[in-house]
């Protein structure tokens, strides 16, 4: 399987939350309560990942879309790196609501940073240019991750379900296929691909990208 699980057992990958806040969809995940935290199976853990390891195996050779999404600050150059090293799109700041639903929002927006960007080289005011640098600035952070993104990507991976719940709602509404990092209380219900695990750790997340990945880059 070569899926080490002390590196699992390293970076607390099976850290839970508090057991009243479990959501029992989870509960065939958890294998033991301790000091009034849930703790995850690793061994069902590291199965799962060998599976959606050769999932997104074939997902990339068959190049086949990913969008990437995770607004948490603290994820987002870890975000970043993936989706530029795997050639995907990536909404690392904040998800616009109609992304996914009203699809050429995007697009509008990304055709207006180009428009801001030639106006900065034209006959304007100092005080004008840095305006239209601002705007272009904004929508750049906004939206730049979707400059690729053609059609409506075939799977979307996000690190909180909670968090990101537009973004979850509007790929059930369009039938994209939805990967998730799920905590023991998160309630997955209608998320095609669970990834049970601390997602409030930064180096739980790191390893099992980097685990997940590691045949494609």
Not at 103 to 113: A, H, T
Not at 132 to 140: R, V
Request: net charge positive; hydrophobic share 40%; glycine share 2%.
């Amino acid at each position: 399987m070569n899926i080490k699980i002390f590196h699992l057992l390293s970076k607390f990958v099976y850290l839970g939350d508090i057991r009243k806040n479990r959501n029992n969809f989870l509960r065939n995940f958890i294998s033991f309560n301790y000091n009034n935290f849930d703790f995850f199976n690793i061994r069902k853990i590291s199965i799962n990942l060998f599976l959606i390891k050769k999932f997104l195996f074939n997902i990339i050779i068959n190049n086949k879309k990913i969008l990437f999404v995770s607004t948490k600050n603290f994820l987002r150059e870890v975000i970043y790196k993936y989706s530029r090293v795997l050639k995907q799109n990536y909404v690392c700041n904040k998800w616009v609501a109609g992304m996914l639903t009203n699809f050429n929002n995007y697009k509008i927006m990304l055709n207006k940073s180009l428009l801001l960007k030639k106006k900065k080289h034209m006959n304007y005011t100092k005080k004008e240019k840095n305006l239209f640098l601002k705007e272009e600035k904004k929508i750049e952070i906004l939206y730049g991750g979707l400059r690729s993104m053609n059609s409506k990507p075939d799977l979307i991976i996000l690190t909180d379900i909670k968090k990101d719940k537009i973004a979850v709602n509007e790929a059930k509404r369009v039938g994209i296929k939805i990967m998730a990092f799920v905590d023991s209380n998160d309630c997955p219900k209608g998320i095609d691909y669970l990834i049970p695990c601390n997602n409030i750790s930064i180096e739980s997340i790191k390893i099992i990208l980097k685990i997940i990945f590691s045949q494609i880059c």
